[in-house]
C-alpha cells in the first residue's frame, strides 16, 4: 500500500515542475511545494538547495551550479532529461571544439548563459530560448561570425566582449533587459530596437569598428551610458532617453537627444564631427558639463540649462565662433574652462559661479571687461580667480568669497611678462642714489 502511495505521489509530479509568476520574475516558485523547495534569484547565478536530495532524485541533470558544456552531448544531455527548463548557469568552455553550438529545444536558463575564451565556434544557435534569469555572457570568441536569439524575451543582463568578427546578431527587439547592455569589439553594423526596454543600470557601446547607428528607446540608465571609439560616422539617436547618471559620447558624427532633462553626475561630449550639438530639454547637470575637441561643431543648444553643480568646460571647438547657447543657466557649482577661437561668450541670466574662471581666445574680438569688470560693484565669480587672455590683452583678478575684487592685474599679450616687467621696475634704484654710493666708492679707493 505505502508502495502505491509513493508511486501516485511521483506520478502526479510532472517535468514542468516550476511557474514562473510574471509579476515577479526575482523567484522560481513550486506549483506543488516539495517539504524543502529550490529557490532561483535574479542577479546570482549560484541557487541554493533546501533538499538538495529530493531535487537529485527527481532530475539530478537539471541542478547544479554549472553545467558544463565540452561538448554537443552535454547539450543533448540537457535537451533529453531537462524538459526545456535549465537550473543553473550554463558554461560552454574553451574545450568546446566544434564550430556550431546549438542549444536546441532549451527555453529557459534559470542562470547565466556563458560562452567565452573559445577559439573555434563561428554560430551560437539558440533558437528555442526565451529566458535567462541571469546573464548573457559571450567574451573571447574570436572566430564568432553568428548569434541566433530570435524569440529570448527576458534576460538580466547582455554583455558581449571582444567578439572582433561578429557581424551578424539575429537578436529580439522586443527582449527585456533588467541590468546592463555592454557590446564592446565587434564587427556590427547597427544597434537597433530594445523598444521594450525602459531603464537599465548600464548602457556602454564601444569600440565596434564598423558600428554606423546607435538607436534605442531607453528612457533612464541609472549608473554609465556610455558610446565611444565606434565607427567615426556613427549615428546616435535617443528620442526616448529622460534622465542618466552620467554620459560620455565620443567619435559620433550625430546625436540626438530631444527629452534628456537630468545628468546626475557628469556629461561629456568629445571628439565627436557633428556640426551641431543640441540638448533642447536639458535641466540640471550634477557634475562638470564637456563639450570639448569637436573639431565641427559650429552651433549649441543648452538654452534650457538652468544649474550646472559642477564646472563647465567648453574647449577646443574650432568652428565655435560663439558662446552664447545657455540663455537660462543661472548657476554653476564649478570653475569655468573656455578656450579656442570664439568671439564672445554671453550668459545673460549667470547669476553665480563658485570656482575660478579662465578663457582663452585667438580672437581679437574678444572682449574680457565683461568678466573681469564686476556689474554693480560686485563678481558673480565667489572666492577665485577670473583669467581672461584675448590677441589685445590679458586680465586677472581674484575675488573673494562675497563677489569683492581684491585683486586686479591687467597686461598686453603676456601677464607673466607685465609682472616681470613690474617686478624689475621695483628693484631700479633712483638715479641720485646710485650716484651717491658711486662717489662714496671712488673715495674708498682713492684713500
Request: net charge negative.
Amino acid at each position: 500500500m505505502k508502495l502505491l502511495h509513493i508511486l501516485f505521489i511521483l506520478g502526479t509530479t510532472s517535468a514542468s515542475f516550476f511557474s514562473f509568476n510574471k509579476q515577479n520574475k526575482n523567484d522560481v516558485v513550486p506549483q506543488h511545494p516539495l517539504p524543502h523547495t529550490v529557490k532561483i534569484e535574479r542577479n546570482n547565478s549560484s541557487f541554493s538547495v533546501l533538499g538538495k536530495r529530493e531535487a537529485k532524485k527527481f532530475n539530478e541533470f537539471c541542478f547544479k551550479d554549472n553545467h558544463i558544456i565540452d561538448s554537443s552531448n552535454d547539450i543533448y544531455q540537457l535537451n533529453l532529461h531537462c524538459s526545456k527548463k535549465i537550473i543553473g548557469n550554463v558554461v560552454v568552455s574553451a574545450q568546446f571544439s566544434e564550430n556550431v553550438i546549438d542549444l536546441q529545444d532549451i527555453e529557459r536558463i534559470n542562470g547565466d548563459l556563458i560562452i567565452e575564451n573559445n577559439v573555434h565556434i563561428t554560430r551560437i544557435n539558440a533558437n528555442s530560448l526565451k529566458f535567462v534569469t541571469g546573464n548573457v555572457l559571450f567574451n573571447s570568441l574570436t572566430s564568432l561570425i553568428t548569434i541566433d536569439l530570435p524569440i529570448i524575451e527576458d534576460c538580466n543582463s547582455i554583455d558581449w566582449k571582444v567578439l572582433p568578427i561578429l557581424n551578424n546578431a539575429n537578436f529580439n527587439n522586443k527582449v527585456m533587459v533588467h541590468q546592463n547592455i555592454i557590446i564592446s569589439d565587434t564587427s556590427i553594423s547597427n544597434i537597433e530596437g530594445f523598444d521594450k526596454i525602459k531603464e537599465i543600470s548600464i548602457f556602454n557601446i564601444n569600440n565596434n569598428r564598423f558600428l554606423e547607428t546607435v538607436k534605442t528607446n531607453l528612457k533612464f540608465v541609472t549608473t554609465q551610458f556610455s558610446v565611444h571609439a565606434n565607427a567615426k560616422d556613427i549615428e546616435l539617436d535617443m528620442p526616448m532617453l529622460q534622465e542618466v547618471q552620467n554620459a560620455t559620447i565620443r567619435d559620433t558624427s550625430y546625436v540626438s537627444l530631444p527629452n534628456l532633462e537630468v545628468v546626475h553626475t557628469s556629461l561629456e561630449f568629445i571628439e565627436n564631427d557633428f556640426s551641431t550639438l543640441e540638448v533642447p530639454s536639458l535641466k540640471f547637470v550634477g557634475g562638470t558639463l564637456s563639450i570639448m575637441e569637436n573639431k565641427n561643431l559650429k552651433d549649441l543648444n543648452f538654452n534650457n540649462i538652468t544649474e550646472i553643480e559642477g564646472g563647465l568646460m567648453i574647449s577646443h571647438n574650432k568652428k565655435l565662433n560663439v558662446i552664447d547657447s545657455f540663455q537660462n543657466l543661472k548657476m554653476i557649482g564649478g570653475a569655468i574652462h573656455f578656450e579656442g577661437e570664439f568671439n564672445d561668450a554671453k550668459f545673460n541670466n549667470l547669476k553665480l559661479v563658485k570656482g575660478s574662471v579662465f578663457i582663452k581666445s585667438n580672437s581679437n574680438e574678444l572682449d574680457c571687461n565683461k568678466w573681469i569688470v564686476p556689474l554693480n560693484g560686485r563678481s558673480i565669480i565667489r572666492g577665485g580667480k577670473v583669467k581672461c587672455i584675448s590677441l589685445k590683452k590679458q586680465s586677472l583678478i581674484s575675488v573673494d568669497e562675497d563677489g569683492n575684487v581684491v585683486e586686479n592685474i591687467e597686461g598686453g599679450n603676456d601677464l607673466d611678462g607685465h609682472k616681470k616687467t613690474n617686478d624689475t621696475a621695483s628693484l631700479t634704484l633712483p638715479l641720485s642714489l646710485i650716484i651717491s654710493i658711486a662717489i662714496v666708492i671712488v673715495n674708498a679707493l682713492i684713500l
